[in-house]
């Protein structure tokens, strides 16, 4: 049987819903202090994820939900890449690939484990 893979999800800060993480939009605060989104969701440091909508991006920066989980006030130009970000798409990332074994690249039907 095929290895299912479990899909990381993460929570929005403004309205709360559990997405798949490749869905929202990471906000880091980098180990140096600096504060930016994150498209590639790579960056070190201490995350924050929003829904790419432009209600839950404005509820988390007029709330300051975001200020406060990443301990520092933000730049008025971290809310308008915030916004850019979720106007442009997400990078093309590459596709899950399944690995197949040496039996069903055969293409015998052996019970497992008979060689």
């Given amino acids: 049987m095929p290895k299912v ?6 929570q929005c800060v403004a ?8 869905d929202l939009v990471r906000v880091v605060r980098t180990p140096a202090g600096d504060v930016r989104v994150d498209v590639t969701g790579k960056v070190s ?5 929003v829904c790419p909508d432009g209600t ?8 300051g939900r975001l ?9 008025e130009d ?8 979720i106007v442009r798409p997400a990078p093309p990332r590459a596709p899950v690939t399944r690995r ?8 015998t039907g052996e019970a497992e484990g008979s060689w």
């Avoid at 893979?5 to 993460?10: E, F, G, H, V």
């Avoid at 309205?15 to 490749?22: D, F, L, P, T």
């Avoid at 971290?78 to 970000?85: G, S, T």
Wanted: proline content about 4%.
């Fill in 67 to 75: 200020a406060g989980i990443l301990d520092r006030p933000l730049a």
């Fill in 78 to 85: 971290i809310a308008q890449r915030l916004r850019e970000a």
């Fill in 5 to 10: 893979r479990k899909i990381p999800q993460r």
């Fill in 45 to 49: 440091g201490r995350g924050a994820y």
């Fill in 15 to 22: 309205c709360g819903q559990v997405r798949a993480k490749r």
């Fill in 100 to 107: 197949v074994s040496l039996k069903e690249q055969r293409g």
């Fill in 56 to 63: 839950c991006v404005d509820q988390a920066l007029r709330a």
